[in-house]
């Protein structure tokens, strides 16, 4: 979270898990390396969004 609060052990694998998917199925669709790292970009930037606006919601 942006704004402190407690992580978990599982929320970190489940990310690592999308994140090592996505790279590999960007090797496999042989996506240019710049292009794979603006993709995650994106992901991880919409992940922060998603995160911010589930926090506001409480």
């Known amino acids: 979270s942006l ?3 407690v992580g978990s052990i599982g929320g970190t694998l489940v990310g690592a898990f999308i994140i090592g998917v996505l790279s590999n199925g960007l ?4 996506i240019p390396s710049y ?3 603006v993709i995650k970009g994106i992901v991880f930037i919409l992940a922060v969004m998603l995160d911010l606006f589930t926090k506001r919601r409480r």
């Open 3 to 5: 704004f402190g609060g």
């Open 27 to 30: 090797n496999l669709l042989g």
């Open 35 to 37: 292009y794979q790292q």
